[in-house]
């Protein structure tokens, strides 16, 4: 079973739409977590942390679930410069560091 | 705020030379440092991290080798290149203080050829 799960997609979805992407990861120790963006041929870039609260950031709402090992990502409004790659990323601390675990990201393609 | 200095951005290189890639961060003392790939369609991997000087993990049994000679300063090491080897290698650092800090460099894109 990988660390980090994501259904890769892709999603096409219209201008305007909300989008859901889903997580899971199996290390119950991990302990931050994160959404990432990557553009086509660019490096990763963080889009938000994910609280236990569940934590908004305009248009992204972002929930984790500790008990079901279980993160998404709410997207509302889908804007053309949303289409991206969307990351999942999990931390856990290791021999004195932090070490992050990607999944294999889900594709996200708005479109007019 | 952490920059990370990485280069070069493009590389082809033959089957069977050597490889050197460096990584700089600024703006953070004693980060932990990371060095991942992304092959064509697949997710990041964690090759190396370091949390100091000199101080080396390694993530899967490779071809690569990674040394870290100063406290800003990552370099990424192959004596002989497989095609395996061509991906998007990316270096990250996460400063102290906070867990939101992981950074990463704009990566270098490496063809075997």
């Known amino acids: 079973r990988k660390e980090v799960e994501q259904d890769p997609g892709p999603f096409n979805v219209p201008e305007g739409a909300t989008v859901a992407f889903n997580c899971t990861y199996s290390n119950s120790a991990s302990q931050s977590f994160f959404w990432y963006r990557q553009d086509c041929r660019k490096e990763p870039k963080l889009l938000m942390s994910v609280y236990s609260s569940g934590n908004e950031d305009g248009r992204f709402t972002a929930q984790l679930n500790r008990a079901s090992q279980y993160i998404s990502l709410l997207i509302r409004d889908s804007k053309l410069s949303d289409s991206a790659t969307y990351l999942c990323?999990?931390?856990?601390?290791?021999?004195?560091?932090?070490?992050?675990?990607f999944g294999t990201g889900t594709q996200l393609k708005v479109e007019l | 705020s952490q920059t990370i200095h990485q280069w070069p951005a493009t590389l082809v290189q033959p089957v069977g030379s050597p490889l050197s890639l460096e990584c700089t961060v600024e703006g953070t003392s004693n980060p932990n440092l990371y060095w991942y790939r992304q092959a064509a369609g697949r997710g990041l991997q964690l090759l190396f991290y370091?949390?100091?000087?000199?101080?080396i993990s390694s993530e899967v049994p490779q071809n690569l080798s990674a040394s870290r000679p100063q406290d800003r300063q990552f370099i990424l090491s192959s004596k002989k290149l497989l095609l395996s080897d061509s991906g998007f290698y990316l270096c990250?650092?996460?400063?102290?203080?906070?867990?939101?800090?992981?950074?990463f460099g704009s990566g270098t894109r490496l063809t075997v050829v």
């Open positions: 990250a650092s996460r400063g102290t203080g906070g867990s939101y800090g992981y950074t």
């Open positions: 370091s949390v100091g000087i000199g101080q």
């Open positions: 990323v999990v931390n856990q601390r290791t021999g004195g560091g932090n070490k992050l675990t």
